[in-house]
Structure formats: structure tokens, C-alpha cells
């Protein structure tokens, strides 16, 4: 009896070992005891016999339809495999990528188990329909679910899964156990209102903006930033918002902008895509680096119908690129109209306080013609009474002594010139009195009106601000007027003529000046 048996090789190959030369062995030994015919049928016999027991000798094409139809019984045809998508590529319709273990608990992608898969183009048209109601894209980093075969290619000698069917379902409930699972951890550390507690600046004219160059959302905002007419001030950090690596890059971008002092608010901006597009705005990276933002962060990244995670800790979440945009002149303009009415106000008040001025003025100057007419008329009446009284007399004296008359006519005829010139004189001392008063009174009302005028100017802050004073407040509007209404690490606001200065009180110190002058040697407190 001849006996075979196996044993692999270095290539690995199952060899067959033949007993038979250990027989043709034995045949020699005893050679002395056969004879010539004995031994030449014995060679014919071995002969077959190692014929018919060599293995059989395979083509490439045999041995792979072989594997292929080995791998075909084994795993049974068509099968769920899940994993995620990368190294994605299309060419004339048809999808290669590879399909890298989702599970393997190691976060370097080279790492991991993966195996090279295609997605022909009729399988695709056939899959699209589904994919694009679910709002599902076939992404750099996506996980899925896939139906299909295991195969050896031909051609290349390379092992491939070749995918026939895709489970959108699958995708959209790992995206939103992540997302839940995000939620959760944000909200134990406390992020969720990070960022919202951040207080918005009243002018943010200085935006700095996280967005893809060239991209239709970036456009949007742009354009509308420019048509509003205000001298806005955009600074943009490309990052790649969608595929692989683009969380990262986001995050790394609104950091880049944090950090940045030139910067007054920062918008995070993509337009719109499918559920699965928009997955690196569900992402950890993003989440927590919009949370620890220094800066108000306001996105605006395409959502329809629901919240992303970088919306759920953002300070202002829109619903598009342009309304984030509308969010940030909407702002502006408000402080410009609240800004004019306050202006309108005081101009309002100062207009109120000069009119009264000028009634008072005009008052004081018609009591002084009134007073100056009375005195002039009271002069007339009292030259006209003593016109008539003298006259009166002397008729009088002209009846009783009319011989006295001849004689006394020069001295009482002088007596009565002179009272009449002086009489004439005092009225005209008077008359003139009264054109000098006039005109004085006058000018001590204008004098008073400048000195009001001076002190209207005088209590414009406008004013004061021109001549470089400037007033500063608390981040709640207090006054500051000592030292006691500021404590260290404040915040306070500083309005100079052309603007506002924010600031941070770092250390607070008292005034020599303001502390009490302190007693010489000599004072004993007497």
C-alpha cells in the first residue's frame, strides 16, 4: 500500500508526499529473491502510481474563479458589511473607495482592517434616489452600511467588495447617536451656553469668518455684507467644511480667530448640503473649540429643518449664510439709530434751553423799555403841572400888584428862562438817560444769553470730547468718576471723539492727590 500525505511549503502551498521510492526501496533489498520480469513489472507499477497520485496544476484565472467561488460558499454570497468610507474617487460614474473598519478602537485610519470596494455606475442610479430622500451623500469619513460580494479581480489580483446596495437608515442613526451622545458630554461640561454668554459687541464691524474660499455660502455672506453700505471689515479663514479632516480644520480656524484682538465676532458659514454634507458641524472638534471662543461665534450653515450641534453652542445660530450676515448689519444699524435719536434728543434739549434764554432776554429787555418810557412820561407830566402852576401864579400876581409887574417883569421874566433851560435841561438829561439805558439794558441781556450759550456748550459732551476729554463706563453703563466705581479684571468702556475704547482694568491706584495731606512736625492737632 503507497501512502501520501501533506505538508505547506514556504510558499504555503499544500504539497503531496509520496511513499512510493521507500517501497521501491524495499524491492531492492529484496531484489536477490525476484526476478528480472518481477522487477520490470514493478517499475511499470510505480510508474502509474505516480502518474495518477501528482497534484493537479492550475491556470491563475482557475486558481482566482476557485477563491471566488471558495470565498462565494464561505461567507454565502451576498453580505451587510459596515464601515467607514475614505480614499473616495470617481471616475466616468463609477465610485472606488476604500471601506475601513469602523470598530477596530484605533483612530489612525491606516491602522484599521480596511478592504478596496467599487460602486458601478448602474448600481449607483439605481441606489441615488434613496440616498438623496434620506439626505444621505456618499462622504469622505462617513460611516455606512453596504450590500454586496467579495471577489478576487481578475485582472489586478486584487481582493474587492463590491457593493450592490447601501442602507441609508444605517447612516442617518449612527450620525444621530453621535450627535446624542455629543450633546450629552457638552452638557456635563458645561458648554452648551459658553459661548451665548459671550457679550456681543454694539458695533461689530470686524468679522472674522470660517468658510470654504469660492464657496456659494462665503459668496452669499460677502455680498450681502457689501450691499448694506457699512464699513465692514471681513477677515476669512479658509478650512475645508465637508470630507475628511475638514472638523478639524474648522476648529483650527475659529481658534486662529479667537486669538486675535482685531477681530470683534466671528461667523461660521457654509451653505446648504445633505444631512451627511453637514456632518462636520456635528462634530466634537468644532463643538468645543466654538464653546471656548472668546469671541460671539454666529453660524449660518444651511440647515432647513433642524439644529447642528455647532448651532446648539454658538451664541446666534441662522438658518443660511445670508441671514447670519443680515444677523451681524441688523446690529450695526441699530446702534446707528439709536445713536442718531440720542443726538436728535440732545439736539432737542440745547434747542429748548437757548429758546427759553432768548424769551428770558426778550422779557428783561421790554420791562426796561417800559421802565425807561414810564420815567420819560412821568418827567412831561410833572413839567407840564409845573407849566401851568407857574403861569397860574403869575396871573395871579399880575392882577394883585400889576404896578409890581413893570418892575419885577425882567427878574421874573429871567427867572422863568432859567427855570424853563433848566427845566429843558433835565428833561433832555433824561431823554438822554433813557437812549443810554436802552441800549445798556440791552447788552447786559446779551451778555447774560452768551454766558447761558457758554455754559450749553459747556455741558456738551460732544464738546468736551472734541477737546479730548473722554468719559468712561462700566459694561453696565456706570459713570466712573473715583477708583472705588472700578475693581481689577473690569471690563470698562472709554468714548473718545471718534469712537470707543474697550479696556481691562488690571490694577487700581490711588491718587497722591487724592489722599489727605498729611500733618507737619510742628502740628500738634491745635
Given amino acids: 500500500m503507497t501512502q501520501q500525505s501533506f505538508q505547506f511549503d514556504d510558499a504555503g502551498i499544500a504539497a503531496e508526499v509520496d511513499d512510493a521510492p521507500a517501497a521501491a526501496d524495499g524491492a531492492e533489498a529484496n531484489g536477490s529473491e525476484m526476478t528480472a520480469a518481477e522487477v520490470a513489472a514493478a517499475e511499470a507499477n510505480e510508474a502509474e502510481v505516480a502518474a495518477a497520485s501528482a497534484p493537479e496544476t492550475l491556470s491563475i484565472g482557475e486558481a482566482i474563479r476557485a477563491v471566488n467561488e471558495a470565498i462565494s460558499i464561505g461567507v454565502g454570497g451576498l453580505v451587510w458589511v459596515r464601515g467607514e468610507l475614505h480614499n473616495t474617487k470617481i471616475a466616468k460614474g463609477h465610485r472606488y473607495f476604500d471601506l475601513v473598519d469602523d470598530a477596530a478602537g484605533n483612530a489612525d485610519v491606516r491602522q484599521r482592517p480596511k478592504v478596496s470596494a467599487q460602486l458601478f ?16 451623500k456618499l462622504a469622505e469619513g462617513l460611516c455606512v452600511r453596504m450590500r454586496g460580494t467579495f471577489e478576487v479581480y481578475a485582472l489586478s489580483g486584487r481582493f474587492n467588495f463590491r457593493v450592490v446596495d447601501v442602507d441609508p437608515e444605517f ?94 465676532v466671528v461667523a461660521v458659514v457654509r451653505g446648504g448640503g445633505s ?18 471662543c472668546n469671541l460671539p461665534v454666529i453660524t449660518g450653515i444651511g440647515h432647513d429643518n433642524d439644529r447642528s450641534i455647532a448651532d446648539e453652542v454658538a451664541h446666534t445660530a441662522c438658518k443660511t449664510p445670508t441671514a447670519c450676515a443680515q444677523v451681524v448689519i441688523d446690529r450695526v444699524r441699530a446702534f446707528q439709530h439709536e445713536l442718531d435719536r440720542r443726538a436728535n434728543e440732545l439736539g432737542h434739549r440745547v434747542a429748548g434751553r437757548l ?49 409890581a409887574l413893570t418892575a419885577r417883569h425882567r427878574t421874573i421874566t429871567a427867572s422863568a428862562q432859567r427855570t424853563l433851560r433848566d427845566r429843558g435841561r ?36 460732544s464738546v468736551a470730547l472734541a477737546r479730548g476729554w473722554s468719559i468712561t ?54
Avoid: Y
Wanted: hydrophobic fraction near 45%; proline fraction near 4%.
Fill in 355 to 403: 429758546a427759553a434764554c432768548d424769551r428770558a432776554v426778550s422779557t428783561r429787555a421790554e420791562t426796561a423799555r417800559r421802565l425807561a418810557q414810564r420815567a420819560v412820561s412821568g418827567s412831561v407830566r410833572g413839567l407840564a403841572v409845573r407849566r401851568r402852576q407857574l403861569g397860574a401864579g403869575a396871573r395871579r400876581n399880575l392882577g394883585r400888584a400889576d404896578s
Fill in 171 to 264: 447612516t442617518l442613526g449612527n450620525l444621530a447617536m453621535q450627535r446624542d451622545a455629543l450633546m450629552r458630554s457638552l452638557a456635563a461640561d458645561g458648554l452648551l451656553d459658553a459661548n451665548s454668554s459671550r457679550p456681543m459687541p454694539l458695533v461689530p464691524l470686524r468679522i472674522g469668518v470660517v468658510a470654504s474660499g469660492g464657496s456659494e455660502g462665503w459668496h452669499d455672506f460677502r455680498t450681502n455684507l457689501e450691499e448694506s453700505g457699512l464699513a465692514f471689515v471681513v477677515e476669512l479663514a479658509h478650512a475645508r467644511v465637508q470630507g475628511a479632516g475638514a472638523p478639524m480644520q474648522v476648529a483650527r480656524a475659529i481658534r486662529g480667530l479667537a486669538g486675535r484682538a482685531d477681530i470683534d
Fill in 426 to 461: 433835565r428833561v433832555d438829561r433824561l431823554d438822554a438817560a433813557w437812549r443810554l439805558a436802552a441800549p445798556r439794558a440791552l447788552a447786559v441781556a446779551t451778555a447774560q444769553l452768551a454766558v447761558l450759550g457758554a455754559r450749553v456748550d459747556a455741558a456738551d459732551p
Fill in 275 to 292: 444631512k451627511s454634507d453637514l456632518a462636520t458641524f456635528d462634530h466634537e472638534f468644532v463643538a468645543r473649540a466654538i464653546a471656548a
Fill in 121 to 136: 455606475s448602474n448600481a449607483f442610479q439605481r441606489i441615488q434616489p434613496r440616498l438623496e430622500r434620506a439626505g444621505v
Fill in 473 to 526: 463706563t462700566t459694561a453696565d453703563g456706570r459713570l466712573v468718576r473715583s477708583i472705588a466705581d472700578v475693581a481689577s479684571g473690569e471690563t470698562l468702556a472709554t468714548r473718545v471723539r471718534d469712537g470707543e475704547v474697550r479696556s481691562t482694568v488690571t490694577a487700581v491706584h490711588e491718587s497722591d492727590d487724592a489722599r489727605p495731606p498729611r500733618p507737619s512736625r510742628g502740628d500738634n492737632g491745635g
